[in-house]
């Protein structure tokens, strides 16, 4: 396979990286808006060699002539351009795969991962797959709540926590893209109920979470995530209640939405910095440390936990998957961060499964992927998943 890997930030390098050493690809093309970037990757000697181009894949054409002749293109950039970076492959005649999908154009509009599962006819009659969402959360924890699922006979709720800590506490600021993440907290988060995606208030439904050792006990929020939107659709069986809570630093939070609500983070507000005009937005985020350039010294863990509660033979249970991963081993590996080095692993596994056909064409969320395969691949890299149950109580 030829891999094109557009946005060669923490996650684009730590991903080629991992597929370096992935004896289904011969060859990898890393672009990025930062043509350096790429190339001080492209410089280091690998068994798979590597092409580097400056490219902004806000221009079309320029994006086409980068990518024709991969067979995967990977958007490690940010989830904006999903759909844009869909129809690419498609105008090329590539397979596709990203991390995470975005929020509604418009309040109350279509989630961006339904728009993105919208061009599932378009891809089939290409005979091309989309794996979407294919990151950790979302993506690992689909695949975990699709295997949960698979042990229970009834399926009543699913939940979904995270958290983020340092030796004093819950993170101040999320280790992955500091735009993914404020647009992650500005959109009202979704529970599936009953039946249909309902809205709740940022910060919704605090809860006391009881992560694995060293990490323990966390307070979670309701945060807007893919997981509510996909799992009901095709976790196979029907199911109640789905939710997705993140141990977070609620003043962090309480202060972006604020400044959402007085129209600061808007894109045509603008300040003056060093003589020139840039958007406050921007500026604000700056004053935010850059994640991949977190590495030395990070403390703390990373931690994900997914809960499938139902019924078996008429007992009520609660089947549960944890994975805790320390800051250090993800720097020992990779020289990155966990977020960074989890989300890459698990995108690596996409390619590879995808590379196989596994899946057949189509857009695709990650519960379509066959749980065994995906924790063997997990499990080969030495990586940490913990199952577990319980009554249900």
């Not at 309040?107 to 728009?115: K, V």
């Not at 003056?272 to 005009?277: H, L």
């Amino acid at each position: 396979m030829r891999v094109a890997i557009l946005g060669v930030g923490g996650l684009g390098r730590t991903l080629a990286s991992e597929l370096r050493t992935d004896p289904r690809v011969t060859a990898l093309l890393l672009a990025d808006r930062k043509g350096e970037r790429a190339r001080v990757l492209g410089a280091i000697p690998g068994r798979v060699p590597i092409q580097a181009l400056q490219v902004n894949v806000e221009n079309a054409s320029a994006l086409d002539r980068a990518i024709r002749g991969c067979d995967v293109v990977v958007n490690a950039a940010l989830p904006k351009y999903n759909l844009s970076i869909m129809e690419a492959a498609l105008r090329v005649g590539a397979d596709y795969l990203d991390v995470s999908a975005t929020g509604p154009r418009t309040p109350g509009g279509t989630p961006g991962i339904l728009e993105q599962i919208g061009l599932d006819e378009r891809f089939r009659a290409a005979g091309r797959t989309a794996l979407v969402s294919m990151g950790l959360d979302p993506g690992m924890s689909n695949v975990l709540a699709k295997a949960a699922a698979a042990t229970l006979d009834a399926v009543d709720a699913v939940r979904l926590r995270t958290a983020s800590v340092d030796g004093r506490g819950v993170r101040p600021f999320p280790l992955y893209s500091r735009e993914a993440f404020l647009e992650d907290i500005l959109v009202r988060p979704t529970v599936w109920l009953d039946g249909s995606l309902q809205e709740r208030e940022p910060l919704g439904e605090a809860e006391s979470f009881a992560f694995p050792p060293p990490i323990g006990a966390c307070t979670a929020f309701l945060i807007s995530h893919e997981e509510t939107k996909t799992i009901p659709r095709f976790l196979g069986k029907p199911v109640r209640r789905v939710d997705y809570k993140a141990a977070l630093n609620p003043d962090l939070v309480r202060a972006f939405v604020a400044l959402q609500r007085l129209g600061l983070l808007e894109d045509g507000r603008t300040v003056r910095v060093g003589g020139q005009r840039i958007p406050f937005r921007r500026a604000l985020l700056a004053a935010f440390p850059e994640p991949s350039a977190l590495v030395l010294p990070l403390e703390g863990h990373e931690a994900l936990a997914v809960e499938v509660e139902g019924t078996r033979g008429g007992q009520r249970l609660v089947r549960r998957a944890d994975i805790v991963f320390p800051q250090q081993e993800a720097n020992r590996r990779r020289s990155t961060n966990a977020v960074n080095y989890l989300t890459a692993v698990r995108l690596a596994i996409g390619v590879g499964l995808g590379g196989e056909k596994t899946v057949g064409p189509g857009v695709v969320s990650a519960e379509a992927l066959d749980p065994a395969r995906v924790e063997a691949a997990w499990a080969a890299r030495k990586l940490p998943l913990v199952w577990s149950e319980r009554p249900a109580g």
